[in-house]
């Protein structure tokens, strides 16, 4: 199994990327793909087994929303690390529409993006297959301040509501 | 101005801490060139043509004369003793060492400054009027509103991978100086019927390879509602501008496409979800304690003028500085004063290490501390009495800041061009002095009045050249230099984009067109009119002809050497 970075610790991951063509397990925590979700949904959501589905940028978040009960994961594919429209929709997953499962950052995700990454609310970290996670550990403290309130636990109070 | 507290000083303190790790993995081959980029440019630092070049924030261009004097120092110790100003009121240094960038920001730290976000696809340094706070046409100073959106945008955890840059300037006076309509969102401060501040919100302007004007879509928001706002049109268009090509990624593409009333109303939509959002609203007490860093200074209420009347009089050299670089201040006894970077010979914005240093001593000695950077990339000392004009004008005239050109032909915005950019076509520093050396006759140029020329060495358009009354484009045809010209534009109230005026002209030819065109307003002008005006009054035709000749009828035969047409 590989090894993720959950809740800033080095952990075995139980999850398994299924292919669309591959026969679905019955047992395994799978992530499926958002199409294989919909093309199957009664059949994965009958399944009784831990499941996570997988979106990129163009999935729009309040479609994932409406079906939000039927996954305890959600793993948001970054194709390329500037591609930053998953940083939203982690955001909205979150505060908008009350996820609390398993938010996973997969494909291009490197050290220096991290902070960012735990900001918008994603709790888990595949990086990318050569890149070791334990070095990537010490980004969650590059910073021990910030500006905006947002969804880590060193959100501050909100600045722009104080008195001097 | 703004002063640090413990979380703005411990941030930028990481900040380098964290950019000196990066610059360590990079060079030891643990991060590529692709992962290295994003992370440095989100420092300012580009790798250039010569080497790499470093662009510092000066918030809403505002620098503390110590600020000022780090730069210096900067400019002497880890570049070749000048500096850039820009037109987005930061400082460019071209020839630092990347392994010592981190040394440069962790001196940039120690007074309060920074590089983040000069560069890179995230929300860039808020910008804003020069003379915010001191002109009398001011309905609120705009720069409380900056700082408070530059900390909001600082490392903003959703919108530092957008899919382009994105620019936001803040204007709160009637004449906009901050050209806020050729911005990603501009902010123009009014109030609304009762007496309520709040902004009248632009979006999608900008320049570039696809200039834009912005679009009004909200005439009134509230204060309090700035962030939530802000927020929701970076959300909407972090998630749907762009990313499949470089030159349509930007916000303007995105209103273009939508239509600015359907990019509206999904910033509505967005907005609703989150408009009271606690950790957003600005209330009455943080934008009192906000306003409080921007009081205005302790200043003499009798100042007394009989002693600049008297210099006025008596020395001419002086008066038409005095009448050109200085502007009136809302304060009686008191002007604002323009330090020219626009000296004969020199590159438009740039300036030496001792002159740095001298402007940081004539901030301290003329202008309680502060000296500030216009985006046509001149300095300006806000409040100097003015019994002690004669005196300062003296000062800067002993080094070569005292031009007194300001608004002329003479004050050019130019980019730094094929000299020191890796991504220009063509130069655009040897026009602009080919431009100073042939308008070198002061009344002349008087004469004509205000005239904006604006330089861009390609056309990424650095140098604002559509929005110049006159705009200058380099390119590249076959390898020689050519120059695009366009008449008409404007970053102002009346914003507009320059029409082209015909095929571009050989690069030693620059300054007999523009010659020629200059010939041409001045021959039809109404009395006291603008060039900027004659221009709309008569449009493109009379310019043309005059600089190209008439094709068919030979009525007007061609003087000197014509256009050539590649």
Redesign the interface.
Known sequence: MARIIRDRALVEDEWRRLSDDETLPEADAIIVSWQRWLDERDALAARGAPLGVEID?TVDAADVAADLEHFELIALAFPV?????C???A?LLRE?YGFSGELRAVGDV?R??L???E??GIDSFALRDDLDPHQALSAFE?????????L?AMS?Q??????? | MYLYD??DQ??VE??V??FRD?TRRYLAGE?SDE?FR??RLMNGLYIQRHAPMLRIAVPYGLLASRQLRMLGHIARTYDKGFGHFTTRQNIQFNWPSLERVPDILADLASVQMHAIQTSG?CIRNVTSDHLAGVLADELEDPRPYCE?LR??S??????????RKFKIAVSGAREDRAAVQVHDIGLQLRRNEDGETGFRVFVGGGLGRTPIIGEVIREFLPRRYL?SYCEAIL?VY??LGR?DNIHKARIKILVKALGAEEFARRVEQEWS?IRDD??????E??C??MQ?FFAPPAYDPNVDTASLDRALEADSRFARWYERNTVGHKRPGYRAVYVSLKAPGVPPGDVTAEQMDAVADLADEFSFGEARVSHKQNLVLADVRADRLHDLWQRLEALNLAAPNIGTVNDMICCPGLDFCGLANATSIPVAKQINERFDDLDYLYDLGEVRINISGCMNACGHHHVGHIGILGVDKRGEEFYQITLGGSSANDAALGQRLGPAVGKDEVADVLARILETYVEARHEDERFLDTFRRLGLEPFKVNVYGTDNSGSRARRGRVAQTV
Do not use: C
């Not at chain 2, 600082?154 to 899919?163: I, Q, V």
């Open positions: 940028g690390f500037k591609d930053g429209r940083y939203s929709h955001r908008r490197l220096d993006q902070f960012y990454m900001r918008v590059d910073f021990s301040v910030v500006y905006q309130r947002a880590d501050p909100p600045r722009w509501r104080r008195a001097a | 413990q979380v411990t941030l990481e900040r801490v964290q990066q991060l992962e994003p992370l696809n408070i900390q909001w600082t490392f903003h955890p959703e919108f530092s991978y957008l899919p962030l959300r972090n998630l990313r979800h606690a950790s957003l609203l600005l209330d007490a943080a009192q304690r409080g």
